[in-house]
């Protein structure tokens, strides 16, 4: 999307027929914006709106304006949603960019993402410089109704259409799954596919169907380990001869560990597992998970620093694809069971 010029108070001032004085007090909520009529005060409002403009953040810094703050949005503010290993990696990895530079971090915990209103009065507020989004939804009114207000913004995992997203390649890490298992003689291989409200939930099963066929056997998870053990029980019950898996998230696999164990089915012996993301959790369960390693810190470092140079200097963001890599350790092997 071409970068369009940002609205000025002067842009303002001329369309309301008013000075840029009167523009600044309504927009900053200046104690004598009192002194405005209020037919004036919501046609300069109407005016901002129409424009697209949102304050110059430098200029802003420069009064001592800057909240030296960027925002975090997550996919869903769901219960215990901040324990998840996933925006655990994305948290921590953008308060060590942050905390460098002297900045803050807040999690924006209540933005409806299908309505633009609700997401301007969530984010475009004052209370941050800029925000970097964390796996939109696939219908989410989020980052286009962000990038029209011209709010500096960043997306880890978004449709690669917007040029300020920063991803890694989903398909290469289920094509590299999936060679792995069928290098070890691997043919019935079934997926443990993520949801399909999320980019990555469709792009890996997608990526999945193309390399094993539309009739693989499916399951759906949620990216959490109950749905990863639920999903593998009912693979077990609709094909028992299944020798591997291939899962969306380490979370799933490890869901998966624990079915094949209730199951009593031997990993890596009697069925092999692969995961995706290649969280701390991942060396640590046994046996330790072979899984696609997604560049979460590299990518959210890359998004931060980015978001920070637009803010600083109205460059635009510039996304980029991050490629992962599979670590091969205990939970794949050769089929032994007999089919």
């Known amino acids: 999307m071409?970068?369009?010029?940002?609205?000025?108070?002067?842009?303002i001032a001329r369309q309301v027929g008013v000075s840029t004085g009167t523009v600044s007090v309504v927009l900053n909520n200046a104690h004598s914006g009192t002194n405005v009529a209020d037919q004036t005060r919501e046609a300069i409002r109407e005016a901002a709106r129409a424009l697209g403009y949102r304050p110059n953040w430098v200029a802003r810094a420069l009064q001592g304006a800057s909240t030296r703050t960027i925002g975090i949005i997550p996919t869903q503010a769901e219960q215990d949603f901040l324990?998840?290993?996933?925006?655990?990696?994305?948290?921590?990895?953008a308060a060590n960019v942050l905390h460098a530079v002297n900045h803050d971090l807040l999690v924006i915990t209540r933005c409806n993402q299908?309505?633009?209103?609700?997401?301007?009065?969530?984010?475009?507020?004052?209370?941050?410089?800029?925000?970097?989004?964390?796996?939109?939804?696939?219908?989410?009114?989020?980052?286009?109704?962000?990038?029209?207000?011209?709010?500096?913004?960043?997306?880890?995992?978004?449709?690669?259409?917007?040029?300020?997203?920063?991803?890694?390649?989903?398909?290469?890490?289920?094509?590299?799954?999936?060679?792995?298992?069928?290098?070890l003689g691997h043919e019935r291989i079934a997926s443990i596919a993520g949801p399909s409200t999320l980019r990555s939930g469709r792009l890996r099963l997608a990526a999945f169907r193309d390399l094993c066929g539309e009739e693989a056997p499916v399951a759906y998870g949620d990216f959490r380990i109950q749905g990863g053990e639920q999903a593998l029980h009912e693979l077990v019950r609709r094909d028992s001869h299944i020798t591997a898996i291939s899962c969306a998230s380490d979370e799933m696999a490890i869901g998966a560990l624990r079915a094949a164990r209730q199951l009593g089915l031997n990993v890596p012996r009697d069925l092999s597992i692969v995961g995706f993301d290649d969280t701390n959790s991942a060396q640590l369960v046994q046996p330790a998970l072979t899984t696609y390693a997604q560049p979460v810190e590299e990518m959210t470092r890359a998004a931060v620093t980015a978001l920070l140079s637009e803010i600083e200097t109205s460059s635009p963001v510039r996304g980029t694809n991050i490629p992962g890599r599979l670590i091969i350790r205990e939970s794949t092997d050769r089929p032994t069971r007999d089919l």
Request: proline share 4%.
């Open 114 to 183: 299908q309505n633009s209103d609700e997401i301007l009065k969530a984010v475009v507020n004052g209370r941050m410089d800029g925000a970097l989004i964390v796996a939109p939804i696939v219908d989410s009114r989020l980052v286009e109704t962000l990038m029209e207000a011209r709010f500096p913004i960043a997306v880890l995992d978004g449709d690669p259409s917007h040029l300020c997203a920063f991803n890694t390649d989903d398909a290469e890490g289920i094509r590299l799954s999936v060679e792995h298992l069928r290098s």
């Open 83 to 93: 324990l998840g290993p996933h925006v655990g990696r994305v948290l921590n990895a």
């Open 2 to 11: 071409a970068q369009q010029k940002r609205a000025t108070l002067s842009d």
